[in-house]
């Protein structure tokens, strides 16, 4: 586990002024939704976060989640004999600090083939998406990076970073883009 902590030294700089509103994020069904920005590695893997959209509301805290959630691995090649995992980092910003982003947890993720699809994938725990206090003009809006090593290679993109950035209010496709 210790192995992967030095991968998770990238810092993420968020601007929070394209951030949806509680309303925005709270509209709409309950449906599954698909990243629409491919997440895509030099060596040609694509990785895909699929989640459904749970909104709760605790005790004056408007909550979103992405529960459950499903990180999955493509690449024609596979032939399920590779080891692959995975790592989900988790950091918010605050709509009163543009810029202020701050990691809220790391998940190691065994994934498994699946060769119907031809592809590695595993549900990935409950990540929080948006949290705002009711009477509170402050809310907080969740990114999520992820790092994928396949037998001791870990994927990376063009500009040489193992972690690929997804933000579901940023990269989510029709009813999901809130």
């Not at 210790?2 to 509680?22: D, E, G, R, Y």
Request: with cysteine.
């Amino acid at each position: 586990m210790n192995k992967l902590l030095p991968l998770l030294t990238t810092l993420v700089l968020a601007s929070c002024s394209t951030a949806p509103t509680f309303s925005e994020v709270m509209a709409g069904p309950d449906s599954w939704c698909h990243n629409d920005k491919e997440l895509k590695a030099t060596s040609g893997v694509v990785i895909n976060y699929d989640y459904q959209v749970i909104r709760r509301n605790t005790h004056g805290n408007n909550l979103a989640y992405a529960e459950p959630g499903w990180i999955n691995v493509r690449n024609g090649n596979f032939t399920g004999r590779e080891k692959a995992r995975a790592v989900v980092i988790n950091f918010y910003s605050h709509s009163r600090c543009t810029g202020c982003v701050t990691q809220d947890g790391v998940q190691e993720i065994d994934l498994r083939f699946d060769a119907n699809e031809r592809k590695f994938t595993a549900e990935v725990p409950s990540l929080l998406m948006y949290h705002r206090q009711d009477g509170s003009n402050m809310s907080y809006m969740n990114t999520y990076e992820f790092a994928v090593v396949i037998d001791g290679q870990w994927l990376s993109q063009a500009n040489g970073t193992h972690n690929f950035r997804f933000a579901p209010w940023e990269h989510a496709k029709g009813e999901c883009q809130r």
